[in-house]
């Protein structure tokens, strides 16, 4: 079964020190069963990437590997849902309507949601959505 990953997940996949046993597990599953994700992430992704070199976090090297990692996956982008719903869900939820894209999706598509994220795990479980971490 696909899952829906957040930008928190993708980074732990791809920088050495946040890397654990779990997000090595569910970098397999991702591996095998694809991503699902709301079309922002590419750009969450992207830019914590750039900062993380930027910050001495990764070298180039480990980011191209983070590249080709991250390439790799199957991934299928969900286009957003339109300003007005995604500001209710966000407003809802108490979330950044960043973050509530990961909920929007999950929902959606009725598929697990993997996040380090406190509070959208919390808004995420309070609707009924199984998250993983």
Known sequence: MPLVVDASVALAW???DERTAA???LLMTARSDGIVVPTMWTYEVANA???SLRRGRLGRDSLD???AVLGALP???IPDPGVERLARLAVQTGLT???AGYIWVAEREALPLATFD???RDAASARGITVLL
């Open 14 to 16: 791809v920088i050495p």
């Open 23 to 25: 997000t090595d597990g």
């Open 49 to 51: 990437l750039t900062l």
């Open 65 to 67: 590997d983070a590249f």
């Open 75 to 77: 991934t299928v982008a």
């Open 97 to 99: 309507a960043y973050d």
């Open 118 to 120: 406190g509070r959208i």
